[in-house]
């Protein structure tokens, strides 16, 4: 093989610039560069850097801020709703953020506590780690849409009959996972429940009360 044919093969390298301030202005940097990948596609930006041409300022710079959103309809408590979210959102945040329900609380955000437990299509799920943008045309439940009016629901009053709570702060969560736990079948006993409720923490302690409600709620008693 000929050393001519090797060297035209191999571009010469260039050196990567040293100084900022040498970079063309209109160099998109890497956070422009991910937005607009994002929101326009790699094609436009791709041949924007290879032509060495930048996007106009005015929508490279509302391209960056933009974060990627989505249009979602779902029923909460019985009422339809459609808004259009950040795709990040998680279904917590769309209750209590957008929504104006504040029941379902914020306690870990990471899945560890279950204070946020709502019901979707009737099962329990950590509303903290599911993104509201995969729930269109979803059925969700939270608390403030389990009693009937100024009936509460039975394991509310089971709550507060047994008094199955302190600060409060993690009973909307015990008592909508109380309701998933009954409604699946899996209250038939206090070990049954307390282990079909373990997601479920209290700081405070309740625990012999709580699972007591569920378990007078579940047979009627
Ligand atoms: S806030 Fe969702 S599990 Fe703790
Ligand atoms: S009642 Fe306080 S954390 Fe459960």
């Known amino acids: 093989m000929s050393t001519e044919l090797t060297e035209s093969a191999v571009p010469p390298p260039t050196n990567p610039p040293t100084d900022p301030s040498a970079e063309s202005p209109s160099a998109p940097s890497r956070r422009t560069f991910i937005a607009t990948t994002t929101a326009v596609g790699g094609a436009v930006v791709a041949g924007g850097l ?67 437990t709502v019901l979707v299509g009737g ?29 509460l629901h039975p394991l509310q009053k089971a709550f507060i009959e047994e008094d199955a709570f302190q600060c409060g702060y993690c009973t909307p969560g015990q008592i909508m996972s109380g309701v998933g736990c009954i409604q699946e079948g899996h209250a038939g006993s206090k070990d049954e429940i307390r282990e079909w409720m373990s997601g479920n923490l209290c700081r405070c302690g309740c625990y012999v009360k709580i699972v007591r409600a569920v378990e007078q709620t579940a047979h009627g008693k």
């Open 123 to 151: 099962r329990r799920v950590n509303s903290c780690l599911t993104l509201a943008v995969r729930l269109d045309g979803a059925d969700v439940t939270t608390i403030e849409g389990l009693a009937d009016g100024d009936q």
């Open 50 to 116: 290879v032509a060495g041409s930048a996007l106009p300022g005015a929508t490279e710079a509302a391209a960056a801020e933009a974060p990627p959103s989505s249009r979602v309809s779902l029923t909460v408590n019985g009422e339809r709703h459609t808004v259009t979210v950040d795709n990040r959102t998680s279904l917590l945040d769309l209750l209590r953020e957008h929504l104006d329900l504040p029941g379902s609380k914020k306690g870990c955000n990471a899945g560890a506590c279950g204070a946020c």
